[in-house]
C-alpha cells in the first residue's frame, strides 16, 4: 500500500510540471506567446535569446509534461491571451494517451526569443484546418528565432505549404471581436 502511495505521489509531481506566470503583458516591453504542447512533440522556449542553449523552459517534451498528457492531468496556463481557432478546437488535437495543451509566457519585446519545436508521428498534428493530411512527414522539427513587438500576443505552430512542413509564429490580431493569426518573420536560432 505504501508503495502505491509513494508511485502515486511520483507521478503526480511529475504530472504537475511548470506553470508560467499568470500576469497579463505590459505595453511597457513585454509581449505574450502562447505555446503548445502534448505527448510526442517538443516545445522549448528560450525568451530574450537569439540563439538555442540547453534545454530552456520546457513547455512540452519534460517527463512532467508527458505524464501530465498521457494521463490527461495537464491543464493549460492562460495569461488572458485571446482565443484563436487553435484554442477553441485543442480537443480534437487529443490523440490516445495524449493531451493537448497550451501555455502561455511574458516575454521581453524588442529582442530575440528563439523556440525549438519539433513533433514525431503524432497524427493529430495532421490535421490542419479541418483538412486531414494522410502523412506528409513522420516528424517535423527545427529552431527559430523571431523579434516580438512590445504589447503584441503570439502562437506559436505549425504552417504547411503542400506537403512542407514549417515552424511558424504568428501575431494575434483583433478583428472586431475575432482574432485572426498573421505570420511574423522568423529565421533560424543557431546554437550559443
Not at 507521478?11 to 509581449?31: I, Q, R, T, V, Y
Request: charged share 15%; glycine share 12%; net charge positive.
Amino acid at each position: 500500500m505504501r508503495f502505491t502511495t509513494f508511485i502515486g505521489v511520483v507521478l503526480m509531481n511529475f504530472a504537475c510540471g511548470s506553470h508560467a506566470a499568470s500576469n497579463p503583458a505590459k505595453p511597457d516591453g513585454e509581449s505574450r506567446i502562447r505555446i503548445f504542447g502534448q505527448n510526442g512533440a517538443i516545445a522549448q522556449l528560450h525568451a530574450g535569446k537569439a540563439c538555442i542553449k540547453g534545454h530552456g523552459e520546457r513547455v512540452s517534451g519534460s517527463l512532467g509534461s508527458a505524464f501530465g498528457s498521457l494521463f490527461g492531468a495537464v491543464s493549460n496556463v492562460s495569461l488572458g491571451m485571446p482565443d484563436t481557432e487553435s484554442t477553441r478546437n485543442l480537443s480534437q488535437m487529443n490523440g490516445i494517451a495524449s493531451k493537448a495543451y497550451f501555455r502561455e509566457y511574458a516575454i521581453p519585446a524588442g529582442i530575440p526569443t528563439s523556440l525549438r519545436l519539433g513533433y514525431q508521428d503524432v497524427s493529430s498534428f495532421y490535421t490542419v484546418g479541418n483538412v486531414r493530411y494522410s502523412g506528409p512527414s513522420a516528424s517535423c522539427s527545427g529552431a527559430i528565432s523571431f523579434t516580438p513587438e512590445a504589447g503584441r500576443d503570439y502562437e506559436v505552430g505549425f504552417s504547411w505549404q503542400g506537403r512542407a512542413c514549417q515552424l511558424s509564429v504568428n501575431q494575434l490580431v483583433d478583428e472586431g471581436g475575432t482574432t485572426r493569426l498573421e505570420p511574423v518573420p522568423v529565421q533560424s536560432a543557431p546554437k550559443c
